[in-house]
């Protein structure tokens, strides 16, 4: 080992509990060289990961990795909220004694880099300079240069966010560990994803990919965040946040919300105009998977993206779907790919939904590394690529990021919307004018779960605000934190639910989503200052169809569109027993958001 002071002073390092931090774990996990990185340190550490191996190219300034094949989603069941105060126990955060959870960790950590190096990453969850700042600031530690690489696209990394800040930074610890020996899945399982949310210290274990591994990104970035939030009077949340400017009237307004992972966020935030719209509508991009809100001074309710990349899902993106995804992933940009498939002659990438597939097989290996061309006739129509694939790439990287996305003081918010995959009841949109029925509608939000999360593809469940794989306190109080938060408001934020996902009978998709969510959000605001009036429903207001922008839709959608715009009360009445259970579980839920269950409940009875 290397003279761990020396390699502090060194990168300029100055936090002296910062310091006493990486000594620490240095001495656990027993690394045998330390390296602390910034984001000018980019360029060397692909070159040595190329040169390792560990990246490959991917044609010119983009790279590919690959990550064990066991390993390529959040792994749910094995990730933890850990406090000493049992009330922090929740419905869905697993939650844990730290007493119990410290010790097991430290033992698992024990020598388990020896060979390696550890690399420290100093990164801030915010753009710079905010009110935030001190809640946003972490160490992560990780053996794996993959990490430091997606995470130094992922955040704003280097020792000047730190130095300053003495003892508020979260300390994240991650060792990738053995990752063939550690039964995944199995009884046996060695894998811990932990948040001491109490402590502010982070132990993942036995996993190198995305959402388990970059710390940053979901641990800190909602976990810990949230759990900061509830105690400091701020929200964080699985939410997307764009804005949409209208050349006409020259406003613009600003939309965050949340859907389930892998349902459409990132879609959302880069969404184009349709062309049949022409250049009234604008959106601008400021985040895709995570929002920090709060009420500044003036009662005006905020919000910012912590984040500096985009983890974006590769299935299905394409010039058509996501024409400003493909932008943002274009070469020389610096992007990684991971897990999807790779020529490794001509270094080029596929995933399903990319467009044709090579009909040439000559160098494709799929997902895990295996010869296409080598595959027996029952492997034939397998994935070439992992459903749960991802490119990484910065925001400034993005077409239509907004002009202010890097500005500290966030952007106001005037609308919140929850939404998800849901074949059938939800309509296309619904507006809710109160504070304690949207909170309610976030709370009882049901969706499929998608291939984000290992093995739940396709399982209806409740997802409270998309933030059940995240929830770090319990849920009453989250919905006590909610209108406490949200209720301090002067500036009238509207809710809304959406629902891109309706399918018919045959199984189709009855709105072709995409860009067309433009429009929905549209009527949104423009319900939101009274220019339109919609339908009132016991679920909400939802447009009235001439009400909707319908220029350059096709026939078939004109033609579903009074379905996708219907409320089935008969579905809607059986829901209401199910949200009833649902809600039941969260013992000590605010008497508001009971009352506006049972408004809605009564409001259908008697429509
Ligand atoms: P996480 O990063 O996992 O939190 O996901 P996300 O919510 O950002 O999801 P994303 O926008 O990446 O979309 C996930 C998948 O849904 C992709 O395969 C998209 O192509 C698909 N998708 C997104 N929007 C739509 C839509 O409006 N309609 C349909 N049919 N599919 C969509
Ligand atoms: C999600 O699963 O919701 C993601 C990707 O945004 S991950 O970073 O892996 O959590
Ligand atoms: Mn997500």
């Not at 990438?349 to 290996?365: A, H, I, N, Q, Y």
């Not at 749960?388 to 907004?402: D, G, I, K, Q």
């Not at 739940?456 to 006590?480: C, I, K, N, T």
Request: aromatic share 10%; glycine share 10%.
């Amino acid at each position: 080992m290397t003279d761990v002071e020396n390699v502090l002073d060194q990168a300029g390092l100055t936090n002296a509990d910062v310091r006493e931090y990486v000594k620490e774990w240095a001495a656990i996990t027993g690394a045998s060289r330390i390296e602390v990185v910034s984001a000018a340190d980019d360029a060397r550490l692909i070159a040595a990961a190329l040169e390792a191996g560990e990246l490959l190219p991917a044609g010119e300034g983009s790279y590919y990795s690959r990550s064990y094949f066991k390993d390529t989603a959040r792994a749910e069941e094995r990730t933890i909220v850990a406090t000493s105060d049992e009330r922090d126990k929740g419905t869905y955060n697993n939650w844990r004694p730290s007493a119990e959870m410290k010790p097991k960790l430290i033992e698992l950590m024990t020598g388990a880099s020896e060979g390696k190096t550890m690399y420290v990453i100093p990164y801030l969850m915010a753009p710079a300079g905010g009110p935030l700042d001190k809640f946003a600031a972490g160490v992560e530690l990780t053996d794996n240069v993959n990490v430091v690489l997606q995470m130094i696209r992922m955040a704003r990394v280097g020792v000047d966010y730190i130095n300053h800040l003495g003892n508020d930074f979260v300390r994240a610890v991650h060792v990738t560990g053995d990752l063939p020996n550690l039964g995944q899945g199995t009884p046996d399982d060695k894998r811990y994803f932990v948040t001491v949310a109490d402590e502010r210290t982070i132990l993942h274990f036995g996993s190198s990919y995305g959402g388990n591994a970059l710390l940053g990104k979901i641990a800190h970035g909602l976990r810990q965040g949230s759990y900061d939030g509830w105690k400091n009077g701020f929200l964080v949340e699985q939410f997307m946040l764009l804005g949409i400017s209208d050349k006409e009237t020259g406003k613009k307004y600003n939309i965050c919300g949340g859907f389930p992972s892998a349902s459409g966020k990132t879609n959302l935030a880069m969404t184009l105009s349709p062309d049949a719209l022409g250049d009234r509508y604008h959106v601008e991009f400021y985040g895709d998977d995570i929002a920090w809100i709060w009420v500044d001074e003036n009662g005006v309710l905020r919000g910012f993206n912590p984040e500096n990349g985009v983890f974006g899902v590769a299935k299905d993106t394409n010039e058509h779907t996501n024409p400003t995804a493909i932008e943002s992933i274009k070469p020389g940009l610096g992007v990684i790919y991971t897990n999807v498939a790779y020529n490794e002659k001509t270094q080029e990438v596929w995933w399903e939904g990319r467009g044709d597939k090579p009909t040439d097989l000559d160098g494709w290996l799929d997902w895990k590394g295996e010869k296409i061309a080598d595959r027996s006739a029952d492997e034939a129509d397998d994935n070439w690529a992992h459903p749960n694939s991802r490119f990484t790439t910065t925001l400034a990287n993005v077409p239509n990021v907004a002009p202010d996305y890097d500005d500290a003081a966030g952007v106001e918010i005037h609308g919140i919307i929850f939404g998800g995959r849901t074949r059938d009841r939800e309509p296309l949109i619904r507006a809710i004018n109160d504070l304690a029925e949207g909170v309610y509608d976030g709370l009882t939000l049901g969706a499929e779960a998608t291939f984000a999360a290992d093995g739940l593809e396709g399982v209806l469940r409740y997802d409270p605000m998309s933030m059940r794989p995240f929830m770090s306190y319990p849920e009453a109080d989250y919905g006590q934190h909610w209108l406490n938060v949200v209720g301090k408001a002067t500036n009238n934020p509207i809710f809304a639910h959406v629902n891109w996902f309706q399918r018919g009978e045959d199984g189709r998709f009855l709105w072709p989503g995409y860009r067309e969510n433009l429009r929905p959000l549209v009527w949104l605001m423009q319900y939101r200052n009274g220019e339109v009036s919609g339908v009132e429903t016991p679920v909400g207001v939802i447009p009235a169809r001439d009400e909707l922008l319908l220029d350059g839709l096709d026939e078939q959608t004109l033609a579903d569109l009074d379905t996708v715009l219907t409320i089935d009360k008969d579905r809607w009445i059986q829901e209401m027993g199910y949200r009833e259970k649902h809600l039941a579980q969260f013992t000590g839920l605010p008497e508001e958001i009971w009352e506006a269950h049972r408004r809605v409940a009564k409001a259908l009875e008697e429509d």
